[in-house]
């Protein structure tokens, strides 16, 4: 199966966390945490749809100034989502610089934050100088943005101040059968695209036109093989409680892949609850429970520089060890 999302860390276990993800056939990305991005290419950024911010300590969103400096001239929104108080931190960066040469800028910022019960919006624009536009505040649900065929979904932990856990999920996944193509003597190309559109649309009347030949959608709907659609979850800077973890498990149930921080080893448990961060065995209990397929641990303690083996290894002790 050719996976719909192509994810990976912006940064190494040391440095500031971020995930990229890739749309395949959708040309954008989406971005978890924004902290130093000086990894990622000005194509990758302006890829950048939409991110979402876990909270606004620096090594989270510091990045944001050079993602804004690469899109102020994109005709495209920019979507960030943050927990309670994001919205003002946002206003905030934007008073930090003189705008008044933008006003021929198309760039629009669509901004939210969540509480735990409640999304609240607002807008920058270039054409109004990045003024505040403040919208009405709606019912949360736990689900941030839905698309065409996946949705992202959010949990507020705690971090000693908010923080959002994220997980992203496709409906379900389409798949050509090659042979049952070939059976036809049809070749690749967008038809595909727009095929796998009519089935997700559940549009069973479109016809397709293909190298001059006609074909109604009850002649191509076998070719296309549907399974369980592909699963990230992105969990960062949170305390161990019973509640956070029971969160996030329930978020990142059945994740294909969970990206989940390991900041302190067992050993130093006392000083990761005192700093409300995970531990490596912490991280790999959540990941088992949540029944994920594969653990990815990152955003590790300077203090285990020189032993970052010891991290990965007790969290996969405990991932892969309990019944």
Avoid at 225 to 253: F, H, W
Wanted: charged share 30%; hydrophobic share 40%; with cysteine.
């Amino acid at each position: 199966m050719k996976p719909s999302f192509h994810a990976r860390l912006v940064n190494g276990p040391f440095e500031d966390p971020g995930l990229y993800v890739r749309l395949l056939r959708e040309g954008r990305a989406f971005l978890f945490d924004a902290g130093f991005t000086a990894s990622l290419s000005a194509r990758d950024i302006l890829k950048v749809s939409d991110i979402f911010i876990s909270h606004a300590h620096i090594d989270h969103f510091i990045g944001f100034d050079n993602i804004l400096r690469l899109h102020l001239r994109k005709k495209e929104p920019v979507r960030l989502y943050g927990p309670e108080g994001f919205l003002d931190r946002i206003e905030g960066k934007l008073k930090g610089y003189t705008w008044n040469l933008i006003g021929d800028y198309p760039l629009i910022i669509e901004a939210a934050e969540i509480k735990e019960k409640t999304v609240t919006k607002a807008r920058f624009r270039t054409q109004n100088s990045f003024k505040r536009e403040n919208a009405a505040s709606a019912p949360f649900d736990g689900v941030l943005l839905k698309d065409s065929f996946f949705k992202v979904e959010a949990a507020v932990l705690d971090h000693q101040i908010p923080c959002l856990a994220f997980s992203m999920e496709e409906d379900y996944h389409i798949n050509i059968d090659k042979a049952e193509l070939n059976k036809l003597n049809l070749p690749v190309g967008q038809w595909l695209g727009e095929l796998k559109q009519a089935i997700r649309d559940g549009a069973t009347d479109r016809v397709f036109t293909i190298n001059d030949r006609r074909f109604n959608f009850s002649e191509l709907r076998h070719i296309a093989n549907i399974t369980k659609g592909q699963k990230l979850s992105y969990v960062v800077d949170t305390i161990g409680t019973k509640e956070n973890m029971k969160n996030i498990i329930a978020l990142a149930k059945d994740s294909d892949v969970l990206y989940i921080e390991a900041y302190f080893l067992d050993r130093d448990n006392d000083r990761a609850k005192e700093r409300y961060h995970l531990t490596a065995k912490e991280a790999g209990r959540i990941a088992k429970e949540a029944g994920a397929g594969r653990l990815e641990v990152f955003h590790f303690s300077p203090k285990y520089m020189d032993v970052p083996e010891e991290i990965v290894k007790e969290a996969e002790e405990e991932f892969k060890g309990r019944s």
